[in-house]
């Protein structure tokens, strides 16, 4: 294996430095974006009284109130972005994400399944993670044997796709019978669900664990999967265990999946999108894409629900909707400037 290059390792610092700060900006914008703005020079002194935990003014309380919804923005976005990346250096397909093999259709059939039994929102959230979890071992006990085969990682890569099509298929075949026998009460709220909400989503701990421990994996791991994205084979013969390395990045990335569209439903596009923008901007070497799309990810989910919960005030829009928006035409514009 090579060293990074000296370019490569002076150039890293600055992008993940300019990231940060893009991400540090977006929360501060979400902050003080809603019905009730919060004026720029009220903005450090409301973000000391939240820091301290003794929000007294009404900017602090507005603060406070936006940061839980901003913070699980980021995470998730970060998630879907992170699983992007995984899933294209897995499948080998630049147009693989987050959903491609069929989790997050899980997780709705979950997810649903609570929301049409009237279960409280802690019960959902289990349902879909439950739904996801059941997927994605169905999946690995129907490709199992060609997960493991380093040398075949086509054949594999296509079985594991061929497969996931078909659990996805099934899965919202489910979820269309649910929407169809759902009452009208419980159907505005399944919809949201299905296009991705943050409205409800609380501030929890667990998916900020989980996203570390995936980073942590994916950076160790950045060396094996550049290999892995060229060519398999070549890969296997340089000592990289590509079987172990393939595993490894289909339960990581379902995990992240499942993380992700539990704690905010099935939000498109930035597990798409983010980790072509960063490929594009960066390059292709994990070492600097994986906490990239990370940061890039975060910062995009938290500005597309600013924008939600903003554009129409006070009506919020799900913000599974703006992504698909947004994301549609960059994504067109990225495949035209690659063929150009």
């Known amino acids: 294996m090579h060293p990074v290059p000296p370019p490569l390792r002076q150039r890293a610092i600055p992008i993940i430095v300019t990231l940060l700060c893009v991400a540090v900006a977006s929360l501060l914008v979400a902050g003080m974006s809603g019905s009730i703005a919060v004026a720029p020079a009220e903005l450090p002194d409301a973000v000391a009284q939240v820091l301290r935990g003794r929000p007294e003014s009404l900017a602090a309380s507005l603060v406070e109130l936006r940061a839980g919804r901003a913070l699980m923005a980021f995470v998730t976005g970060g998630a879907l972005a992170l699983a992007g990346v995984m899933m294209q250096a897995l499948l080998r397909n630049p147009l693989a994400d987050p959903y491609v093999l069929g989790i997050s259709a899980g997780a709705s059939v979950g997810a649903l399944f609570a929301l049409l039994m009237m279960c409280a929102a802690a019960t959902v959230d289990g349902a879909a993670m439950a739904g996801a979890v059941t997927v ?3 999946l690995y006990l129907l490709a199992r044997r060609d997960m493991r085969s380093g040398v075949a990682a086509e ?3 296509s079985m594991l796709l061929l497969t996931g099509t078909i659990l996805q298929a099934a899965s919202m075949a489910l979820v269309t019978l649910m929407l169809s026998i759902a009452p009208e009460g419980r159907l505005r709220s399944m919809v949201f669900w299905m296009i991705g909400d943050l409205a409800g989503a609380p501030l929890r701990i ?6 570390g421990a995936a980073l942590a994996y994916a950076l160790r791991n950045a060396r094996a999967m550049n290999m892995l994205a060229l060519h ?3 890969a296997a013969t340089l000592g990289v265990r590509v079987g172990t390395v393939r595993k490894g990045l289909f339960f990581v990335s379902a995990v992240l999946t499942a993380s992700a569209v539990t704690s905010a439903g099935a939000i498109g596009f930035v597990g798409l999108i983010v980790p072509h923008a960063c490929r594009f901007a960066f390059g292709p070497d994990h070492r600097v894409l994986i906490p990239a799309a990370v940061l890039g990810g975060g910062s995009l989910l ?3 629900d600013t924008v939600a919960r903003t554009v129409v005030a006070p009506t919020q829009l799900p913000v599974g909707a703006i992504t698909a928006l ?4 960059v994504f067109l514009y990225q495949l035209h400037r690659m063929h150009k």
């Open 136 to 138: 994605a071992l169905l």
């Open 155 to 157: 054949g594999g890569t």
């Open 206 to 211: 667990l998916p900020w664990v989980v996203l």
């Open 232 to 234: 398999a084979e070549a």
């Open 302 to 304: 938290v500005l597309c």
């Open 326 to 329: 947004i994301g549609a035409p």
